[in-house]
């Protein structure tokens, strides 16, 4: 098959936008830590969309689950619609909020990046939910070698990422992608977490991405502003 062809054959030319009353009623619902909810909150202030920031106790999500189709949490409701699920969430968010490319093999690049960072993520960050008497081996673990793998596969790619031999400042050429914003959070958190640990410098690309996210105004906005978490 001829993709470039395929592509333009199937390139989805109409977008689906939120209509004002739906952009007037999106209320987003986690606990009181950045987690799997901050990427999220960090694309709707990107994109400058009011929403209201629901945080849960344990208790009360155990006593409001019930009212939840599903149980996957953050969950995003948009007027009376409830999404579920992180990358769900942001992949629906990307797509109307037009943060995922203009072709679909954009969007599919998107969906396959953010599938390789969840899983890289979620694994480095497992050792919140263990015992305490285990957390110590487990975190050396993560810096001696799962956040190493996890950057030199991403230094890689970015490396790689080059349009006529000159480096694409995000994934997709000039115009971020709500993959780029999981991405920037996940370097955040890291850095945040793990500190000088991660030995981010050591990686030239994953750097530069890095310092480009956290310039830019309205992140840094962002995270001037945004409400404290627990953790």
């Not at 945080?55 to 149980?71: A, C, E, G, N």
């Not at 990358?87 to 909020?97: A, P, Q």
């Not at 993520?121 to 939910?129: A, E, H, K, P």
Request: include cysteine; aromatic fraction near 18%; charged fraction near 25%.
């Amino acid at each position: 098959y001829n993709i470039e062809a395929l592509d333009k054959e199937i390139h989805l030319t109409v977008t689906v936008r939120f209509s004002q009353k739906e952009l007037q009623n999106f209320q987003l619902f986690y606990f009181d830590v950045r987690g799997s909810a901050e990427p999220i909150r960090m694309l709707l202030y990107f994109k400058k969309i009011d929403f209201s920031d629901v945080r849960w106790t344990v208790d009360q999500w155990h006593r409001l689950r019930k009212s939840f189709q599903l149980t996957d949490v953050p969950a995003l409701r948009v007027d009376r619609m409830t999404l579920y699920g992180r990358n769900n969430i942001m992949r629906f968010l990307g797509v109307e909020l037009d943060m995922a490319g203009t072709t679909s093999c954009d969007y599919y690049f998107c969906d396959n990046m953010s599938e390789f960072l969840s899983s890289s993520f979620d694994t480095i960050m497992r050792w919140r939910y263990y015992d305490q008497a285990l957390v110590n081996n487990y975190k050396n673990k993560i810096t001696d070698h799962y956040i190493p793998v996890f950057l030199r596969k991403m230094e890689q790619f970015l490396k790689d990422c080059k349009v006529d031999g000159i480096s694409r400042p995000w994934f997709l050429g000039q115009k971020m992608t709500w993959a780029d914003i999981l991405f920037g959070y996940i370097l955040m958190e890291l850095q945040q977490v793990f500190g000088p640990s991660i030995k981010l410098r050591n990686f030239k690309f994953c750097c530069s991405f890095f310092d480009r996210f956290i310039l830019i105004p309205i992140i840094e906005r962002y995270m001037f502003h945004r409400h404290p978490t627990v953790w």
